[in-house]
Every structure is written in structure tokens, then in C-alpha cells.
T-cell receptor, first 117, second 118 residues
Framework: EAGVAQSPRYKIIEKRQSVAFWCNPI?????LYWYQQILGQGPKLLIQ????????DSQLPKDRFSAERLKGVDSTLKIQPAKLEDSAVYLC???????????????FGQGTRLTVV | QQQVKQSPQSLIVQKGGISIINCAYE??????FPWYQQFPGKGPALLIA?????SEKKEGRFTISFNKSAKQFSLHIMDSQPGDSATYFC?????????????????FGQGTILTVHP
């Protein structure tokens, strides 16, 4: 079974520029997450999709971050304009939906390491 | 935002020793407690998980001990090996107030960097 695919693996941009990350979840997984992992910290959820609808984006800095999930499959996360503090690894994860809404394991991609200079 | 507090931040053990990492949580509605292992340049991967209806779960050299009354759970790695050197995260899924259904949004601890010397 193919895992969660993310691209690019690395990205270096100057502050105030824009950047986009792409994620292809595991086939059939209804739930997709974007996490931000700052060096030395645990991942922090930015946004969660259920199929193509947003379930939770309470921690997404909406003035600069946006995300969409096309046709309930692939997803893109965009930052515009980027700030120095956005330097982090952006992780995409997906999980299958279990009846009753109980938690199911999240499978993570390798992440995109963003450096803002 | 519910918190999960993890300790220690770093841990060094000798090959063959026991590694112990602890986590404390606040939300009593959490119903699933996973540990994730992360190697450099990789995403976190589920190592082992426990539900609160049991006090211990063992998978090979890895054991989770769960203390519901104290709201704590810990990871024990027996016979630690150099290949176990990684960052370990405890986590818990956030349970929304309405409906009590866990949507799977994970709250992670700060992480423990484990180094096993040969």
C-alpha cells in the first residue's frame, strides 16, 4: 500500500514570498490533516478535512494560510505571504473513517521542510 | 487547547537498558493514547497505542502503562537498541465538546529525543 505522498521535500523562500505544498493521501482515506512541526516541538494541527469539507481549522492563521482538498483526495496548503516564523516541517497525514467517529490511526507523510529567510 | 505534557526532553541509555518516557494529559474524554516514533527526515509513525479500558499493552519490546486515575501514561522500551534512537511523541486525540465524538485531531507532547549508545 502506498503511503502519504508529499512534495516538495524541501523549499527555501524569502519572507513575504508565497509557497504551496501538495499532499496525496492514502487511497480511500476520508480524513486528511495538515500539521506544522517547528524544530524541537511536536506537530501542531493546522487544518483537518473530512472528504472535501473542513472539520477544524481553528489553528490555521487564516490571514496568510489557506488549504483546499480537491474532490476529497489531494490537498494543497498555501502560505502567502510567508514570515520567518513559518519555518517548519509541514506534515500531511490521512486516516480512514471508522463508523461511529472513533479515532483511527493517522498515517503521516515525510513532510516538506520550509525555510524562510 | 488541551495539553499533553511529556518528559524527559532527552534520554540517553546504554544498549540493553530500559528507556522510560512519561506523559500526562488533562482531558478525561481522551479515549485513545498513541505513541509515535519519528526518525530524522521522516514523518511520525505509530509505534503502539492503548485505550483507557486496559492498564497495560505490550508489543515486543515496547510497553504502554496507563494510569487513568493519575491521567498519565508511559512508554517503556525494554532491551533498548541503537536502532531505537529517535524522537518519541505521546499524543491524544482531541474530543470536541459537542457529541463527545473523537475526530482524530491529535494533540502531541513536546517529544523525547532518545539516544541509545552501543
Amino acid at each position: 500500500e502506498a503511503g502519504v505522498a508529499q512534495s516538495p521535500r524541501y523549499k527555501i523562500i524569502e519572507k513575504r514570498q508565497s509557497v504551496a505544498f501538495w499532499c496525496n493521501p492514502i487511497s480511500g482515506h476520508a480524513t486528511l490533516y495538515w500539521y506544522q512541526q517547528i524544530l524541537g516541538q511536536g506537530p501542531k494541527l493546522l487544518i483537518q478535512f473530512q472528504n472535501n469539507g473542513v472539520v477544524d481549522d481553528s489553528q490555521l492563521p487564516k490571514d496568510r494560510f489557506s488549504a483546499e482538498r480537491l474532490k476529497g483526495v489531494d490537498s494543497t496548503l498555501k502560505i502567502q505571504p510567508a514570515k520567518l516564523e513559518d519555518s517548519a516541517v509541514y506534515l500531511c497525514a490521512s486516516s480512514p473513517r471508522r463508523p461511529g467517529g472513533h479515532y483511527t490511526e493517522a498515517f503521516f507523510g515525510q513532510g516538506t521542510r520550509l525555510t524562510v529567510v | 487547547q488541551q495539553q499533553v505534557k511529556q518528559s524527559p526532553q532527552s534520554l540517553i541509555v546504554q544498549k540493553g537498558g530500559i528507556s522510560i518516557i512519561n506523559c500526562a494529559y488533562e482531558n478525561t474524554a481522551f479515549d485513545y493514547f498513541p505513541w509515535y516514533q519519528q526518525f530524522p527526515g521522516k514523518g511520525p509513525a505509530l509505534l503502539i497505542a492503548i485505550r483507557p479500558d486496559v492498564s497495560e499493552k505490550k508489543e515486543g519490546r515496547f510497553t504502554i502503562s496507563f494510569n487513568k486515575s493519575a491521567k498519565q501514561f508511559s512508554l517503556h522500551i525494554m532491551d533498548s537498541q541503537p536502532g531505537d534512537s529517535a524522537t518519541y511523541f505521546c499524543a491524544a486525540p482531541f474530543t470536541p465538546n459537542a457529541g463527545g465524538t473523537s475526530y482524530g485531531k491529535l494533540t502531541f507532547g513536546q517529544g523525547t529525543i532518545l539516544t541509545v549508545h552501543p
